[in-house]
C-alpha cells in the first residue's frame, strides 16, 4: 500500500516537473520559411516538450500582421523568424538581442502560372523580359521579394516603364493564391511560398545574374520569457539534420 503511494506522488512529481520545464513559446514568422518551419517547428516541439503558438506576417511593410509592427504594438514574441536585413533593423532598434541572430537558409525568387496554363520561357534574362513583357498583368508580394522586383528587377530589364500599368504588389496574401483565380496572369515571390499553394503551376526560378537572394534569420526579442527554449529552437532549425526540411520547401542552404 505504502509503496503503491510513494510511486503515485513520485509519478506526479515527475509530471509536475515536466510541466514546469516545458515552455509555451511565442513564434513570429514570415512567409519564406515558414513551410520549413511547419515541418521541423512540431519536430522540436515532440522533442522538447515545449508548445509553440505561431504567428504568421510579412518582415517588412505597413501591413498591421508585419512582424516590426506587431513588436512595436507591443505584442510579446519569443523567436522571430524574417529577412534578415529586416532583424537587423530590429537589432539596432535594440528590439531584438544583438548576439542571438542564427542564420537559416536563403531563398530565390521563381514564377508561377494558372494551373493549366503553358509554362513560359524564363530560362534566359532575354527570355523572361519577353514572357514579362507578353503577360497580360504581372503580381509580386510586399515582401522582400517584390520590394525587389518593384525596384529593381524591372529597371534592370528596361521594361519598367511598360510594365508599370500591368503590375501590382499584392499585400498580405500568396501570391499564388491571386495567380490561380487567374489574376495577375503571371506571379513572382520567393519559390518557398510559391510552392505549398494548390492551383498553380511553378515555371522555375528566375535567372540566377538578375536574381536576388533574400536571407532569412532569425533571433529572440528583448524581453523574451523564455529565451534558453528560444535558442534551442532556433539552434535546432539552423541544424544540419533539418537541411533536408529546408531544402525540400524550396530554400537553399546557408553556405558555409
Do not use: C, W
Not at 7 to 24: C, D, I, N, V
Amino acid at each position: 500500500m505504502m509503496k503503491a503511494l510513494f510511486k503515485t506522488l513520485a509519478a506526479l512529481a515527475f509530471t509536475a516537473s515536466s510541466l514546469a520545464q516545458a515552455a509555451e513559446l511565442n513564434v513570429m514568422t514570415s512567409g519564406g520559411f515558414t513551410a520549413a518551419y511547419k515541418v521541423l517547428g512540431p519536430q522540436f516541439a515532440a522533442q522538447h516538450g515545449d508548445t509553440l503558438n505561431t504567428i504568421l506576417g510579412p518582415s517588412m511593410g505597413k501591413a498591421a500582421e508585419a512582424i516590426p509592427n506587431r513588436l512595436a504594438r507591443g505584442e510579446h514574441a519569443d523567436v522571430v523568424i524574417m529577412v534578415g536585413y529586416a532583424l537587423d533593423d530590429l537589432i539596432k532598434q535594440g528590439k531584438v538581442l544583438p548576439g542571438s541572430r542564427v542564420e537559416l537558409a536563403d531563398s530565390r525568387i521563381g514564377v508561377v502560372v494558372k494551373a493549366g496554363e503553358p509554362k513560359p520561357d524564363i530560362s534566359s534574362v532575354e527570355a523572361l523580359k519577353k514572357t514579362l513583357l507578353q503577360a497580360q498583368s504581372v503580381g509580386y508580394s510586399d515582401s522582400a521579394s517584390g520590394v525587389y522586383v518593384q525596384d529593381q528587377l524591372f529597371k534592370r530589364l528596361g521594361i519598367e516603364a511598360q510594365l508599370k500599368p500591368k503590375a501590382k504588389m499584392i499585400e498580405r496574401i500568396p501570391v499564388a493564391g491571386e495567380v490561380a483565380k487567374g489574376n495577375p496572369q503571371l506571379g513572382l515571390q520567393q519559390v518557398s511560398e510559391l510552392l505549398p499553394i494548390p492551383g498553380v503551376t511553378y515555371v522555375g526560378k528566375i535567372p540566377e545574374s538578375v536574381q536576388s537572394v533574400t536571407r532569412f534569420a532569425a533571433g529572440i526579442p528583448v524581453g523574451a520569457e523564455h529565451p534558453a527554449e528560444a535558442k534551442a529552437l532556433l539552434d535546432y532549425l539552423a541544424s544540419p539534420q533539418s537541411q533536408s526540411v529546408v531544402t525540400g520547401t524550396g530554400l537553399d542552404s546557408v553556405p558555409h
